[in-house]
């Protein structure tokens, strides 16, 4: 038979994935036009006026082109529906107290409420989420109201999940993302529904909940009980594997699951959603053969699936991965399974009706993705394979494997997009651990139930599950040490987002050859138009970007030369909570795909100069490091030096008069320090480093103060007329001199301090002189990490928010 007539893949077969796509269409145009609620709800009232008309005429009258303009004017519906739901989630208000709350930073104030969840945070911090009761602010105000709250606990205190404290607490501000690429801490507080965050400072009452059972106590009682049948070592991996709780999870641990291409199976989502359901399915001809069978199956379904959701905690994959499990079960039990692919799209339109914003997570991006892409492109692989490969007893560790290469293809300009890694051991990882997890989650399940009557013998069934995750733990350790098993990998362009759906849709046509060639043909013209932008790309004047980090109270700035050369200068601050190399520069440098630095300048050995440089120095390749020669007393000083040793990067240190040879198409001259001039103080021998690209100048002073601005002016005099200054000793009182700036003349000068610091810093005398210089001044306390791009004649701002 002739498959053409066998297989198709027309999108009118799909009705539920146009509407989805329409859906989502309407979700994007709401994140990029500006309109107001009333004008929008004005134009949508006006299509379907249209719409309607367009009905009731087609009603009385045979037309040929009326049913098209209906058509348009549905899909046109569609959209709109989408970008007024947007709009009217986008327009929901805090509530007056919260509202309040956001305006009253650091105020001192008394709250209750009962605790929700325990998290750690990287640096293993305790954080509850609460939801508050009543509020008391200094002014006497009381507010009873009920809302969720980010509450950072760092006074000791033992507490429990379900608990109703109250507490002296201060008000702090949440911080959204400080510079480009980073974590948005302050949208993944408002995606958990929390706009408010407070400091514990005192706990004055503690009361254990009084509810005789609740989600809360249960999901506690059944994380104690994974404590009992786990070790140290795999009780964390068991909490995350069964229960999505990954808060005891060490960053290592995580690193090391990502890059086994382990690390789906930490997430409570589709597999272990799958994986509960699975017995459920065995029954479910049972169901097929009673009177209401399949109505009582679907109840049934949806309350095991509703009664693990909430053991999980409620948690937004559970929950997604929930309606997906109960939209295919659907399929099955009313025979409805050849439409996978349009449940799958029905599950994403019914989340997307609830939160619109769920379209912008990673994991509704990651598991439908996955799940499509499973659907489309493995009944092209298995209609390929043999009748008898597949009843071998290989066949399920096999298929597992073809599924994760499948996947990982798939799912590759997100992973890279995301994480900048991309595992090449996952295949063989899922083929090992995977199939074997249809037997130990639910038994580990039910070893959890069974320790509640009698805790021996639940050890006992769960021994297994032990020495899986034994095994397992010291798999994905000892891959996460081999080179090969995983890459770093980034995306050159947006674009190929498009070429590799369509390489994608390619693929799952294959079968049918009229579709397949269509979409070669949308194939082969992204890869021209890819082409295309790589060649502009290459004929546009080649630009040198300056970074000036938001490290706090500290500097860190990046230079990468128009022949992609990347020099840090500075690394940030250090103290026991903050270390900028861990949380700032590490996260930007991955995200962007800089995997080798080639030459890091310490100005001076100060730990808010060089805070991140250890970290640095074990995260990612650094060709050279140079710093001012300065011996400093300081452990921080001693441990980068032995660290730099024992990776043999060499450290070297410079000089006035120097030239860095790291980019023939721009010059890096050193002006300071002065050999003949140490002194006690490291700022007064900082580097001074000029770099000039084209006609444009860049002065990187350090925390050099008015004794070193005035040798730099008796030697050089006008040759330190610059374009770019960044300020001297974040805009302390004893820099940025009248007389130096007279020279220096800068039209772009950056000050990198924290808001609040106790050096109070910028001084109002140093701000005075050079707003009088007129300069462009620009705050990271302020503004955030700035960004500036130099094409050799014009220094322009980028703007990445």
Known sequence: MNPDTTYSLPIAKYPAVRLAALFIMGILLAHKIEVSSQLST????????LFSLNELYLKRKISIVLPKVATVLFFILVVGIGFIRTKIEQGKGLKAVEQLLSVSPWQEITLAGQVQEITENSRGKTRLNIT???????????????FKTRVLWDIGDEISMGDYIKIQATIIPISGKRNPHSFDYKQYLASKGMYSQVRADSLMERTSSTKIISWLMLREKALKLINHNFDEETAPIAKALLLGYKNELEGETKA???????????????????????????????????????????????????????????????????????????????????????LTAVAALTILLFNPNQLFEIGFQLSFAAVLIILLIMPVIQAKLPYWLRVRWYSTPLMVMII?????????????????????????????????????????????????????????????????????HNFVNFTSTLDWAWMKSSLSSNLFFGFWLALVFTI??????????????????????????????????????????????????????????????????????????????????????????????????????????????????????????????SNLYKTYLE??????????????????????????????????????DPNQHSIILNVIYGENKFLFTGDAGKEQELRLVKQYGNFLNTDFLKVGHHGSRTSSDSYFLQHVTPQISTVSLADKNRFKHPHQEAIRRLAESGTNLYFTSRDKGLVFESDGVVITQKMWQ
């Open 42 to 49: 004005a134009i949508f009232g006006g299509i379907l006026l």
């Open 132 to 146: 508050t009761t009543a509020i008391e602010f200094e002014s006497g105000l009381t507010v009873e109201d009920k």
């Open 256 to 342: 090391a699951f990502a890059r086994a291409g382990l690390s789906h199976i930490m997430a409570v989502s589709g597999l272990h959603v799958g994986l509960v359901v699975a017995p459920f399915w065995l029954v479910i001809p049972y169901f097929w053969t009673r009177k209401y069978g399949t109505h009582i199956g679907l109840a049934i379904l949806i309350g095991i699936l509703f009664f693990y959701a909430g053991i999980t905690g409620f948690s937004a994959s559970v929950l997604r991965a929930s309606v997906m499990a109960v939209a295919l079960t659907y399929g099955k039990l009313f025979s409805k399974r050849g439409d996978s692919i349009n």
């Open 404 to 472: 994760s290469i499948v996947v990982q293809f798939g799912l590759y300009p997100l992973q890279v997009y995301y994480f900048g890694e991309v595992s090449l051991i996952s295949p063989l990882a899922n083929a090992l651990f995977v199939p074997l997890l249809g037997v130990v989650v639910p038994l580990s399940l039910l070893s959890i139930f069974i320790s509640i009557l009698s805790p021996s013998v639940g050890f006992i069934v769960n021994y297994p599950t032990l020495l899986f995750l034994k095994t397992l």
């Open 508 to 633: 799952a046509s294959w079968r049918s050859t009229k579709v397949r060639y269509k979409w070669l043909s949308v194939t082969l013209c992204m890869i021209i138009v890819m082409q295309i932008e790589g060649i502009y790309t290459k004929l546009t004047p080649p630009k040198m970007v300056v970074i000036v980090f938001d490290v706090g109270q500290g500097d860190a700035n990046l230079i990468t030369t128009p022949n992609k050369k990347h020099i840090l200068i500075d690394a940030g601050i250090w103290s026991p909570s903050t270390n900028s190399g861990e949380q700032v520069l590490l996260p930007y440098f991955k995200s962007v795909g800089i995997n080798k630095l080639d030459a890091v300048i310490l100005t001076h050995p100060h730990a808010d100069h060089i805070g991140g440089i250890v970290s640095l120095l074990d995260g990612i390749e650094i060709e050279t490091i140079y710093n001012s020669g300065y011996k400093y007393d």
């Open 643 to 680: 660290k730099a040793e024992e990776k043999g990067v060499e450290v070297r240190s410079v000089l006035k008069g120097e030239i860095l040879e790291i980019d023939p198409a721009v010059l890096f001259l050193v002006m300071g320090p002065d050999e003949s001039e140490h002194g006690s």
